[in-house]
Nanobody
């Protein structure tokens, strides 16, 4: 079993920045691929970004160039740095874990409880 706990959400003005953190416990974090997803009100959950155990990254087109995913295996933590935020980035952001990148991107094995990000215009 894997436990994922997100933090760092909040309210920010358009153009601002936030950094989300996801602390993982319960299994070998360093060998897992990690991802971030988001779900806006009335919409389906969508993929945002993923990072492999070795540091390879993959982003949704909507956030490419604005968001950066990173990980610190020593701290069992994955981060999502969000810059140039837009009102359409408003959503609940979820951390996820998978055995590989394909799993982390399409059908993660584990999910966090989510953290709210609200971007005001």
């Amino acid at each position: 079993q894997v436990q994922l706990v997100e933090s760092g959400g909040g309210l920010v003005q358009a153009g601002g920045s936030l950094r989300l953190s996801c602390a993982a416990s319960g299994r070998s974090f360093s060998s897992s691929a990690m991802g971030w997803f988001r779900q806006a009100p009335g919409k389906e959950r969508e993929f945002v970004a993923a990072i492999s155990w070795s540091g390879n990254t993959y982003y949704a087109d909507s956030v490419k160039g604005r968001f950066t995913i990173s990980r610190d295996n020593a701290k069992n933590t994955v981060y999502l740095q969000m810059n140039s935020l837009k009102p359409e980035d408003t959503a609940v952001y979820y951390c996820a874990a998978g055995t590989g990148m394909a799993t982390a991107i399409t059908r993660p094995d584990y999910w966090g409880q989510g953290t709210q990000v609200t971007v005001s215009s």
